[in-house]
C-alpha cells in the first residue's frame, strides 16, 4: 500500500518531516517548486511563484535544501583564511608571505564566496541583465585586487555573502507559511468499492465514490459526511484547531483531519474544485499582485544600477582634468566604494520580502490576502461597510413565532412556505425547513420565481403565493393588517390567492466578537456602516448592540451600491465586507473586498480581494493591522536604505569613506532592512 500522511489532533504531520521536502528553483519559469519526496512514494511537484521577477536580483540561490551550516560554510572558510592573513600581514610579518603567495592566500579566502557571485554575475549577462548587483560586487572586488587592496576585497564579498545566507534564510522563512499549506492535502485516499477498500490517486478519485477516513487522516476532496457523526479539525481551512462536530448529510472539506472513529464520506467535488484547492491556487498566486511601492522598486533599480555604474566610472576618470595631483589608484579605490554602496540589494530583497511576510503572517491568521497591493489598500482603509446576515450575526435563524389568519389552515400554509423556501438558498429558508420538518412532497410548485430585495413568488394548486418581506405584498398590491416597523425580529409576510395568509418572524443571533470587532476598528480610526436587505428595525437594533456608527435596512442591491458611492464621494477609501456572491456589485465598486467566511461559498474567494476563512469578524479589524504594519515596516527600510546610502555615497565619492563603510553601507543596511521585515512574521495581531 501506497504511503498516506497522518496527523496529530494539533494539525501536525506525523509521517513526514519538513526536511524531507525541498525547494528548488525552476530559472526559467522564474517560479519556485516545493517537491516532497521524502518519505512518501509518489513525487508531487508544487509551484509557487516566486517572490522576485525578472529583474536580475534573485536571492534565492538553490540553497533551501541545504542545512544552515552548509550554507555558511563557504563564508567560514573564507573568513578564517582572511583573519589568519590579516594576522599575517600586521602581526607576524613573516618574510615568506608576500609577493605571488600574498596574492594566492587572499585569492584562496575569496574563491568560497566570490565564485558563486562570479558565476552569477555571468549568467545574468548571458540573460541580458549587465547592470545586476552580482556584477557590481564582482567588479568592486575584483577592482580592489587589481589595486592591490586584498583583504578589504575579500572582505566586501565575504560580508556580502553571508547577507546572501541571511536573505536566503529569511525567504525560506517567509515562504514556509506557503509551504505548510501546500502539504495540507493529501496525495491518495482510501476509497470503497464493493465493500473492499484500495488505495488511489486523490486526483482520480470520482464524484460518487464514497472514501473512508481514518482517525489523524486528512481528507482530500470535498465531501457529504455519510456516518451518523465525526469530529473534524478545520485549523489548514480556518486556522482555528478547534474541533468542529459534523453530522451524517453536512458538508465536509478538504484539509480537514477526522479525530475519533473512522468516518465514511461521500465526494461530491472534483478534486481540482474543492476549496481546499481554490484557497492553495489564491495562495500561490498572491505573490503575482504587486504593491505599488514594490513595483516602484523594481523600476527603480533597473534605472538606478546603471546610472550609478556612469557615476562610478565619471568619479574615477573626471578628476584627471580637474586635479593637479590625480592619482589614478586612489580615484579608482573611490570609484569601487562606490560601487559596492550603490548596490540595491537592501531595498530589492526587503520590500518584497516585507510583503511576503505580511501574505504569510495573514495566512497563518486565517487570512487570504489576492495580492501585496491589497495589502497596501487596506492598511489606508478609512469606512468598512458590512452586510448583516452571516457577517455580524451567526446566520443560523431560528423561528420565533408564527401569527397565520384564522381563515387559512395554518398547517397547510407552512406546508406550502417549507416547499417554496426548499428552491432558495437563504438561511431563512433553512430555518422554517427545520421547524417545519420534511417536505410534503404531494405540493406541486409551478412557475417558482425569486424577485430580488423582496422574497418568492410561486404558483401553487393554480394560485399565486407570495413568501418573502412586506416590499413583495406591496408590491402585489397584497392588503395586510400588520404594521411592520413594530416588529422587532425578520418577518416573512405570507400572501395566497392574493391574500394576506400571515407571518413568520425568525431571529438571528450576534456573533460573539461583533462588539469587539467595531472597538478595534474605532481604536483604527475606522468608521463602520451596516448595509442590508433585512428589515430596518432588525438592522438598527443588531447595530445599536454592537455599536456600528451607521446602519440602513431594506436595500435592494442597487441601493446598497449608491449608499458605497455616497461614501466614496467624500473622497474616503472603502472595504465592504459580505458573502461575495449576492453583494458582488458592492465588491466591485469598494476598494477592498473582504469576503466573510471562506468555507461558505466558492464564489468568495473568486470575488473577493480578501477572504477571511473562519466566520470571526474580529478578523476585519486584524487584516488592516496587518496592512499598517507591513507598509510601515516596508516604508521604514526604504527611508533607512536611502539615507544610509547617501551619506556614504558622497563620503566615499569624497575620499572620506573606506571600503569598510561601503560594507555597512550595502551588507550592513540589507541585514538590518531583512531583519526589519522578518518582524512581521513574529508579530501577533490578537
Known amino acids: 500500500?501506497?504511503?498516506?500522511?497522518?496527523?496529530?489532533?494539533?494539525?501536525?504531520?506525523?509521517?513526514?518531516?519538513?526536511?524531507?521536502?525541498?525547494?528548488?528553483?525552476?530559472?526559467?519559469?522564474?517560479?519556485?517548486?516545493?517537491?516532497?519526496?521524502?518519505?512518501?512514494?509518489?513525487?508531487?511537484?508544487?509551484?509557487?511563484q516566486h517572490h522576485s521577477d525578472d529583474d536580475g536580483h534573485n536571492h534565492d540561490h538553490d540553497n533551501s535544501d541545504k542545512s544552515t551550516f552548509q550554507?555558511?560554510?563557504?563564508?567560514?572558510?573564507?573568513?578564517?583564511?582572511?583573519?589568519?592573513?590579516?594576522?599575517?600581514?600586521?602581526?607576524?610579518?613573516?618574510?615568506?608571505?608576500?609577493?605571488?603567495?600574498?596574492?594566492?592566500?587572499?585569492?584562496?579566502?575569496?574563491?568560497?564566496?566570490?565564485?558563486?557571485?562570479?558565476?552569477?554575475?555571468?549568467?545574468?549577462?548571458?540573460?541580458?541583465?549587465?547592470?545586476?548587483?552580482?556584477?557590481?560586487?564582482?567588479?568592486?572586488?575584483?577592482?580592489?585586487?587589481?589595486?592591490?587592496?586584498?583583504?578589504?576585497?575579500?572582505?566586501?564579498?565575504?560580508?556580502?555573502?553571508?547577507?546572501?545566507?541571511?536573505?536566503?534564510?529569511?525567504?525560506?522563512?517567509?515562504?514556509?507559511?506557503?509551504?505548510?499549506?501546500?502539504?495540507?492535502?493529501?496525495?491518495?485516499?482510501?476509497?470503497?468499492?464493493?465493500?473492499?477498500?484500495?488505495?488511489?490517486?486523490?486526483?482520480?478519485?470520482?464524484?460518487?465514490?464514497?472514501?473512508?477516513?481514518?482517525?489523524?487522516?486528512?481528507?482530500?476532496?470535498?465531501?457529504?459526511?455519510?456516518?451518523?457523526?465525526?469530529?473534524?479539525?478545520?485549523?489548514?481551512?480556518?486556522?482555528?484547531?478547534?474541533?468542529?462536530?459534523k453530522n451524517k448529510g453536512e458538508t465536509v472539506l478538504a484539509g480537514m483531519i477526522n479525530m475519533n472513529s473512522v468516518a465514511l464520506v461521500k465526494i461530491n467535488t472534483a478534486y481540482e474544485d474543492s476549496k481546499l484547492s481554490k484557497?492553495?491556487?489564491?495562495?500561490?498566486?498572491?505573490?503575482?499582485?504587486?504593491?505599488?511601492?514594490?513595483?516602484?522598486?523594481?523600476?527603480?533599480?533597473?534605472?538606478?544600477?546603471?546610472?550609478?555604474?556612469?557615476?562610478?566610472?565619471?568619479?574615477?576618470?573626471?578628476?584627471y582634468f580637474f586635479v593637479d595631483n590625480?592619482?589614478?589608484?586612489?580615484?579608482?579605490?573611490?570609484?569601487?566604494?562606490?560601487?559596492?554602496?550603490?548596490?540595491?540589494?537592501?531595498?530589492?530583497?526587503?520590500?518584497?520580502?516585507?510583503?511576503?511576510?505580511?501574505?504569510?503572517?495573514?495566512?497563518?491568521?486565517?487570512?487570504?490576502?489576492?495580492?501585496?497591493?491589497?495589502?497596501?489598500?487596506?492598511?489606508?482603509?478609512?469606512?468598512?461597510?458590512?452586510?448583516?446576515?452571516?457577517?455580524?450575526?451567526?446566520?443560523v435563524f431560528k423561528v420565533q413565532e408564527v401569527d397565520i389568519k384564522s381563515e387559512f389552515d395554518k398547517n397547510e400554509i407552512l406546508k406550502m412556505v417549507n416547499v417554496v423556501e426548499s428552491k432558495s438558498t437563504h438561511p431563512v429558508a433553512t430555518a422554517i425547513h427545520e421547524y417545519v420538518g420534511d417536505l410534503d412532497t404531494s405540493i406541486n410548485v409551478e412557475n417558482s420565481k425569486e424577485i430580488a430585495g423582496h422574497g418568492l413568488k410561486a404558483v401553487i394548486n393554480g394560485k399565486d403565493i407570495l413568501v418573502g418581506n412586506f416590499k413583495l405584498m406591496d408590491k402585489f398590491n397584497i392588503q395586510y393588517d400588520v404594521d411592520p416597523s413594530k416588529i422587532v425580529y425578520t418577518v416573512i409576510a405570507i400572501a395566497y390567492d392574493k391574500k394576506f395568509a400571515g407571518y413568520i418572524t425568525i431571529a438571528d443571533s450576534i456573533k460573539d466578537d461583533a462588539k469587539k470587532t467595531l472597538e478595534l476598528l474605532h481604536n483604527l480610526n475606522v468608521k463602520a456602516t451596516m448595509l442590508s436587505g433585512d428589515k430596518t428595525s432588525v438592522v438598527k437594533y443588531v447595530a445599536e448592540q454592537i455599536g456600528i456608527d451607521n446602519a440602513f435596512g431594506d436595500l435592494l442591491p442597487e441601493d446598497k451600491v449608491n449608499k458605497v458611492k455616497e461614501i466614496k464621494s467624500k473622497n474616503e477609501s472603502v472595504a465592504f465586507v459580505g458573502d461575495g456572491v449576492n453583494d458582488a456589485p458592492v465588491v466591485a465598486l469598494s476598494d477592498v473586498g473582504i469576503a466573510m467566511g471562506g468555507l461558505g461559498s466558492d464564489a468568495t474567494i473568486e470575488t473577493a480581494d480578501v477572504v477571511i476563512q473562519d466566520d470571526k469578524p474580529s478578523k476585519i479589524p486584524m487584516a488592516i493591522n496587518i496592512g499598517k504594519k507591513t507598509k510601515r515596516i516596508v516604508w521604514q527600510n526604504i527611508i533607512l536604505a536611502f539615507v544610509v546610502k547617501a551619506i556614504v555615497l558622497i563620503l566615499g565619492a569624497g575620499g572620506l569613506a573606506t571600503m569598510w563603510e561601503a560594507v555597512f553601507a550595502d551588507v550592513g543596511v540589507a541585514l538590518i532592512a531583512i531583519l526589519n521585515a522578518v518582524r512581521i512574521q513574529r508579530m501577533n495581531f490578537k
Not at 16 to 40: H, M
Open 1 to 48: 500500500m501506497k504511503h498516506q500522511h497522518t496527523y496529530d489532533e494539533q494539525g501536525n504531520q506525523l509521517c513526514c518531516t519538513p526536511q524531507e521536502g525541498k525547494i528548488y528553483k525552476d530559472a526559467g519559469a522564474k517560479k519556485l517548486i516545493v517537491e516532497d519526496n521524502g518519505c512518501c512514494s509518489t513525487n508531487v511537484k508544487k509551484e509557487v
Open 71 to 245: 550554507m555558511f560554510l563557504p563564508a567560514i572558510v573564507s573568513l578564517l583564511l582572511l583573519l589568519l592573513g590579516i594576522a599575517l600581514d600586521n602581526y607576524f610579518k613573516p618574510d615568506w608571505f608576500k609577493d605571488w603567495i600574498r596574492i594566492v592566500w587572499y585569492a584562496a579566502a575569496y574563491a568560497p564566496v566570490g565564485l558563486p557571485v562570479l558565476k552569477e554575475a555571468f549568467e545574468s549577462i548571458k540573460d541580458g541583465d549587465v547592470f545586476s548587483e552580482f556584477f557590481l560586487m564582482s567588479i568592486a572586488t575584483i577592482g580592489a585586487f587589481i589595486i592591490g587592496e586584498y583583504p578589504e576585497g575579500v572582505a566586501v564579498m565575504l560580508f556580502y555573502a553571508v547577507g546572501e545566507v541571511f536573505q536566503t534564510l529569511a525567504v525560506t522563512r517567509a515562504k514556509s507559511n506557503i509551504k505548510a499549506l501546500l502539504d495540507q492535502r493529501p496525495d491518495e485516499v482510501t476509497i470503497i468499492e464493493n465493500n473492499e477498500t484500495k488505495t488511489i490517486k486523490a486526483s482520480n478519485a470520482e464524484i460518487g465514490q464514497t472514501i473512508q477516513l481514518k482517525p489523524g487522516e486528512k481528507l482530500a476532496l470535498d465531501g457529504e459526511l455519510i456516518s451518523d457523526s465525526a469530529s473534524f479539525n478545520t485549523a489548514a481551512l480556518t486556522g482555528e484547531s478547534k474541533p468542529d462536530t
Open 326 to 395: 590625480y592619482i589614478f589608484r586612489d580615484w579608482l579605490y573611490r570609484a569601487l566604494i562606490f560601487l559596492v554602496i550603490s548596490c540595491p540589494c537592501a531595498l530589492v530583497i526587503s520590500i518584497p520580502l516585507g510583503y511576503f511576510g505580511g501574505i504569510g503572517a495573514a495566512s497563518r491568521n486565517g487570512i487570504l490576502f489576492k495580492g501585496s497591493n491589497f495589502l497596501d489598500k487596506i492598511a489606508e482603509i478609512k469606512n468598512v461597510v458590512m452586510d448583516k446576515t452571516g457577517t455580524m450575526t451567526e446566520g
Open 279 to 319: 484557497i492553495l491556487e489564491l495562495v500561490q498566486n498572491a505573490t503575482a499582485q504587486k504593491a505599488p511601492t514594490e513595483l516602484f522598486i523594481r523600476r527603480f533599480a533597473r534605472v538606478y544600477t546603471p546610472i550609478v555604474v556612469v557615476l562610478a566610472v565619471l568619479i574615477c576618470l573626471i578628476p
